[in-house]
Nanobody, 122 residues
Framework: QVQVVESGGGLVQPGGSLTLSCAIS????????MGWYRRAPGKQRELVAA???????IYETSVKGRFTISRDNAKNTVYLQMNSLKPEDTAVYYC????????????????WGQGTQVTVSS
């Protein structure tokens, strides 16, 4: 069983930065896809960034140029570096891990963490 645990959320002022971490209990194989999603109050969960099994990186339009997804297989960890944060980035951020070739987070058997709160406010 793969366990997914996010950390690094918190309160930050607009324009600030945060780095989220996602620790995976099992060994991350190079074929695992990983992703970050978020759910803002009153909205549906949406993709933020993902790295697919073949290594392709995808970003949601509004975070391009501000957020960076990266992975460290030796540490079984995936990161989301968030810069130039805006109030509209406020949400619970979820990490997902996928052994399928689909976009991470879209396969029924994908693994999910419990989420970490990010609040951008002055």
């Amino acid at each position: 069983q793969v366990q997914v645990v996010e950390s690094g959320g918190g309160l930050v002022q607009p324009g600030g930065s945060l780095t989220l971490s996602c620790a995976i209990s099992a060994l991350i194989r190079s074929t695992y896809g990983m992703g970050w999603y978020r759910r803002a109050p009153g909205k549906q969960r949406e993709l933020v960034a993902a790295v697919t099994r073949d290594g392709s990186i995808i970003y949601e339009t509004s975070v391009k140029g501000r957020f960076t997804i990266s992975r460290d297989n030796a540490k079984n960890t995936v990161y989301l570096q968030m810069n130039s944060l805006k109030p509209e980035d406020t949400a619970v951020y979820y990490c997902t891990a996928s052994s399928s070739s689909s976009l991470p987070g879209t396969y029924p058997n994908d693994y999910w963490g419990q989420g970490t709160q990010v609040t951008v406010s002055s």
